[in-house]
């Protein structure tokens, strides 16, 4: 049982560039997050799903889009990345969000140039 | 908009201390309350969840509290080790919300 896992754990982009990180979790959960976190502000919502097929925006969406075209996966893509997106970048699941609690990967630490 | 403040920022304590670690909520109307630890580099770990309707969770030598008419939830770690030494995150859901609502941690080193 792998839980949640993230790849890649690290990347660097130039300005402009695109690319997409793959989440999967095993644990047969509805729902998927991706969060930031950078340095003194803690971390924040980019986007969620609450099943198969289904996306919504969090707290700071803007310059990502997301899919979950398979309940156990959850990509995150940047199609055009900027340098206020240097994070780290955290994908978490869970049964449910009032009951259960969330379980988080590893992170993918993003460097954009 | 739901705020989550952790006080202080770092602490450090000599080996075997029982030690309390501070959250406090702006918005007493949550879903539940999450501890988290996170080491240097790592992910997230979950340590303990704390439903709305319960006061405090138990697991192993931590201890959970939450008091939601104050706001306030405590992380109890009893006889710390230098292996407690971590980032501890409090996180909340509220009504309405998606996602959890994170503290800027508390930076624990335990001194051997």
């Known amino acids: 049982n792998a839980g949640v896992t993230q790849t890649p754990k690290f990347r660097v982009l130039k300005t402009g560039q695109s690319m997409t990180l793959l989440c999967a979790q095993d644990m047969n959960h509805e729902y998927m997050y991706w969060y930031r976190q950078d340095p003194g502000m803690g971390l924040r919502l980019i986007h969620y799903s609450v099943g198969e097929g289904t996306t919504a925006k969090g707290e700071v969406p803007d310059g990502y889009n997301v899919s979950r075209l398979k309940k156990q996966n959850f990509l995150l893509g940047l199609e055009s990345a900027a340098p206020s997106q240097t994070s780290v970048y955290f994908c978490?699941?869970?049964?449910?969000?009032?009951?259960?609690?969330?379980?988080f990967g590893p992170g993918t630490r993003l460097t954009v140039l | 908009k739901q705020e989550v403040t952790q006080i202080p920022a770092a602490l450090s304590v000599p080996e075997g201390e029982n030690l309390v670690l501070n959250c406090s909520f702006t918005?007493?109307?949550?879903?539940?309350l999450q501890w988290f630890r996170q080491d240097p580099g790592k992910g997230l770990t979950s340590l303990l969840l704390?439903?709305?309707?319960?006061r405090e969770q138990t697991s192993g030598r931590l201890n959970a509290s939450l008091d939601k008419s104050s706001g306030r939830s405590t992380l109890y770690i009893a006889a710390s080790q230098p292996g407690d030494s971590a980032t501890y995150l409090c996180?909340?859901?509220?009504?309405?919300?998606?996602?959890?609502?994170f503290g800027t941690g508390t930076r624990l080193t335990v001194i051997p």
């Open positions: 996180a909340v859901i509220r009504p309405g919300a998606n996602n959890l609502f």
């Open positions: 918005d007493s109307a949550i879903y539940n």
């Open positions: 978490a699941s869970s049964y449910s969000i009032r009951y259960n609690e969330q379980f």
């Open positions: 704390i439903q709305s309707s319960q």
